[in-house]
């Protein structure tokens, strides 16, 4: 089954880094993305660019825009993870053990329609 993971980061935890933190985290990051390509759980990886980003909402047919990746959370998009998973179970196991769990939360989400 698929899954899709959406790993958040908090600012405040983020800013912290030095940057040689930073280009750790990256390679490490890169690295667990390696090991989940291998086992063979990871189809795609993405990582959104933060700083161009817009909200869109449509009310009535009238649509808004909003500056920022914000939706309901101060977190940002981080990365996108398409995975394989037998089950919700793996597909959390495989989020707990990726590196970017220990700076936002992932999100686990079953996709449906599959087939």
Do not use: W
Not at 8 to 30: F, H, K
Not at 82 to 87: F, G, L, R, S, Y
């Amino acid at each position: 089954m698929r899954y899709l993971l959406l790993a958040y980061g908090d600012e405040q935890i983020l800013s912290q880094l030095t940057p040689e933190q930073g280009a750790l985290v990256e390679q490490e990051c890169v690295a667990g993305d390696e090991l989940l390509r291998q086992r063979g759980h990871l189809i795609s990886v993405e990582a959104p660019d933060v700083e161009s980003t817009a909200t869109v909402r449509q009310r009535a047919g009238v649509a808004t825009v909003t500056d920022g990746p914000f939706i309901e959370t101060k977190e940002l998009l981080m990365g996108i993870f398409h995975i394989e998973a037998k089950d919700l179970n793996e597909a959390i196991q495989i989020a707990s053990a990726m590196p970017q769990a220990r700076f936002g939360p992932i999100e686990v989400r079953p996709i449906i329609g599959q087939g």
